[in-house]
């Protein structure tokens, strides 16, 4: 497990091989940092499935309204959906979207985020300046790694848990 710096700005990420710990990057994207904070906090992302995951790519995320497996769940329908909090503005910088990044997921509308999130799998550098990136895996990559890959997958995944380090 990595040393967690900032427990208040850390994600743990229950999958089913182990956890993934994500630090948060508040000082790069503070909207979408307190987006994922107040959905963790509130159980939101707890068994929400990876809807599209793509080899080589990445594996997307966070549906909490159509994306619960324990709610009835479609497959069909996770991945439409958001969350009941307004989307949160772009917040583009700098930051390239490298192996273990966390970016937000949207429309083609840049100022669509909302829950949905993806982890990067490679360096994939043609998103950069077109989606925020807020967070980084800092342990456990091997565990995303291992996600059930399909658009969507037959038998998906699921975030077992989400929890903000600090309350853990």
């Known amino acids: 497990m990595a040393e967690i710096k900032d427990p208040e700005n850390t994600i743990l990420l229950e999958l089913k091989g182990g956890t993934v710990t994500i630090e948060l990057l508040p000082d790069v994207a503070p909207k979408h940092v307190e987006r994922m904070k107040t959905l963790a906090r509130a159980g939101a992302y707890d068994n929400v499935c990876f ?9 997307q995320t966070g549906d ?3 994306g619960n497996m ?33 970016g937000a997921a949207r ?9 949905q999130f993806f982890i990067n799998f490679k360096d994939n550098h043609f998103l950069n300046g077109q989606y925020t990136v807020y967070g980084r895996v800092i342990s456990g990559m091997e565990h995303v790694d291992a996600i059930t890959k399909g658009e969507p ?3 998906p995944d699921r975030m077992i848990s989400v929890k903000v380090a600090a309350d853990a």
């Open 51 to 59: 809807h599209r995951v793509i080899p080589d790519f990445m594996a």
């Open 153 to 155: 997958p037959a038998n």
């Open 64 to 66: 909490v309204a159509n």
């Open 107 to 115: 429309s083609q509308n840049p100022n669509s985020a909302n829950s």
């Open 70 to 102: 324990e709610q009835d769940f479609n497959i069909r329908a996770a991945g439409t959906g958001g969350s009941e909090h307004p989307d949160v503005p772009a917040e583009f910088s700098k930051l390239p979207h490298d192996r273990g990044t966390i």
